[in-house]
């Protein structure tokens, strides 16, 4: 089939976890598909598909790409990733991966073409599924807490923090916009590190 460009955001399902720092790639996939007018439905009403049906997607066709929330827990993401990618075309290049990223101050964002996992358990199950970490990912910053990072990752955003992500992730979906509409990956960093660069 044509080859299909994926946008995922990772994060875990349930209203428990929504506002979460580690539900921040949710977020973002929220932001574009109300950008573009969109809906989001069951991984069975997707056309053609015929793979796991644990995730929730959203389809534009100019251009065409897939908004995708994994309905996995956060580790296991690769689970929806991986046959989403086969049924796409295969091409891991046309995948971008948004999460979060302990290793970045609030509010930072950085835009790689490929790269390994970080610590990021996401990303090291899609990075296994799919055995390439050559495809693009947007890190967005949760910022490192001294002690607990796991209460930290679930805990919610909120105060200040809020203003910070909701600033974020606005960004972030500019960022994403642009290279669905025919930035490349190279040209989509050059132009997004230099502008969060001033202004985060």
Same mark, same amino acid.
């Given at each position: 089939m044509?080859s299909?460009?994926?946008i995922?955001?990772?994060?875990?399902?349930?209203?428990?976890?929504a506002?979460?720092?580690?539900?921040?790639?949710?977020e973002?996939?929220?932001?574009?598909r109300l950008?573009e007018?969109?809906?989001?439905?069951?991984?069975?009403?997707?056309d053609?598909?015929?793979g796991p049906?644990n995730?929730?997607f959203?389809?534009?066709?100019?251009?065409?790409?897939?908004?995708?929330?994994?309905m996995?827990?956060?580790?296991k993401?690769g689970e929806?990733v991986?046959?989403l990618?086969k049924?796409?075309?295969?091409d891991?290049?046309n995948?971008l991966?948004?999460f979060?990223?302990l290793d970045?101050d609030?509010g930072?964002?950085r835009?790689?073409?490929?790269g390994?996992h970080?610590?990021q358990?996401?990303?090291?199950?899609?990075?296994?599924q799919i055995?390439?970490?050559?495809?693009?990912?947007?890190?967005m910053g949760?910022?490192?807490p001294?002690? $607990?990072?796991?209460?930290?990752v679930l805990?919610?955003?909120?105060?200040?923090?809020r203003?910070?992500?909701?600033?974020?992730?606005?960004?972030a979906s500019?960022a994403?916009?642009?290279?669905?509409?025919? $930035?490349?990956? $190279?040209?989509?960093?050059?132009?997004f590190?230099?502008?969060?660069?001033?202004?985060?």
């Amino acid at each position: 089939m044509t080859s299909i460009k994926l946008i995922v955001g990772l994060g875990n399902p349930g209203l428990q976890y929504a506002g979460t720092r580690h539900n921040i790639g949710f977020e973002v996939i929220e932001r574009l598909r109300l950008h573009e007018g969109l809906l989001f439905s069951p991984g069975d009403r997707l056309d053609g598909y015929d793979g796991p049906n644990n995730f929730t997607f959203a389809r534009s066709h100019v251009p065409d790409v897939l908004f995708v929330r994994p309905m996995t827990w956060m580790n296991k993401s690769g689970e929806a990733v991986g046959p989403l990618v086969k049924w796409a075309g295969g091409d891991v290049s046309n995948l971008l991966v948004v999460f979060d990223d302990l290793d970045l101050d609030p509010g930072k964002l950085r835009i790689r073409a490929r790269g390994g996992h970080g610590g990021q358990n996401g990303m090291r199950s899609i990075i296994e599924q799919i055995s390439s970490d050559c495809f693009p990912r947007l890190r967005m910053g949760i910022g490192r807490p001294a002690t $607990d990072a796991a209460r930290h990752v679930l805990g919610p955003i909120e105060g200040a923090e809020r203003d910070v992500m909701n600033d974020a992730v606005a960004r972030a979906s500019d960022a994403i916009l642009h290279w669905l509409v025919g $930035d490349d990956i $190279d040209q989509t960093m050059s132009r997004f590190h230099s502008r969060w660069n001033q202004n985060v």
